[in-house]
């Protein structure tokens, strides 16, 4: 967690890696490492001094039944509405939507920190009601979505797996040029080496390299493959009367993750 909240750090994604510092302080905490612990914690607080933060503004009477505010396609919870909120800086696209409602998206640019700024939700029109014979969902195309957002997702995961592999197999690269390279070197003078031991040494150093670079892009891809998966809409029919009375009378039961950087 600390090396992937530096590579967020490092990319300027300043909001994610302060959130990951956090929570790995908060891990390090509850298992006793003190020294991990301290490391998260100074990280954390110097991203603080910089961070982007937005408010999304929603006035009162706009409040409407249903309402609700995505930032980049992730759910923001009503509780962190008008309320300045650590953001990624960059583009950013804001949709506001409710039942009955034309939904609105808008497009952000967040500017770099440290700096905060507003977003106010505008009041949304009313939808053009369905005509005679349509459903009143609308011709969704819930199911393809939601096949193509797994399909990504199963495809993305399956990257991740490989990458994290590439980067164990340069791992083992990396120590096993490093050990050999120790007998073409003075056991007095660890830097005074043959040709081969220096070349054996560089080639373990570019295999480190690899091996973190594969590593922290294999655990980030494999999480937002799984993300996209846990995401995908359930795809379910758009007409429930063609759909099986057992499977109607059924409970519906889902799982959602969701979060706001």
Known sequence: MLYLADCYEQAGRTASAWALFRE??????????????????ERATSLEARLSKLELRVPAERRIAGLELRLNDAP????????????????AQLEARAPGKKPVRIQLTIADGPGSQVAEVPALADAPKPGPGEHASGTSSGPASSSVQSTVGYVVSAVGVVALAAGGFFGYRAYSLNKRSKGDCRADD???????????RADAKTAGTLSTVATVSGGAL?????????????????NASTADPRQAASTPFGLQLSGVW
């Open 76 to 91: 923001v919870p009503s509780a962190s509405w008008n309320v300045p909120l650590p953001v990624d800086p960059g583009k």
């Open 190 to 200: 660890a830097n005074a080496c043959t040709p081969t031991g220096v070349s054996q």
């Open 222 to 238: 494999l999480v937002g493959g799984i993300t996209l998966v846990l995401t995908a809409p359930s795809g379910a029919p758009a």
């Open 24 to 41: 790995a302080e908060d891990a390090a905490r509850r298992a006793e490492q003190s020294d991990r612990e301290h490391i998260a914690n």
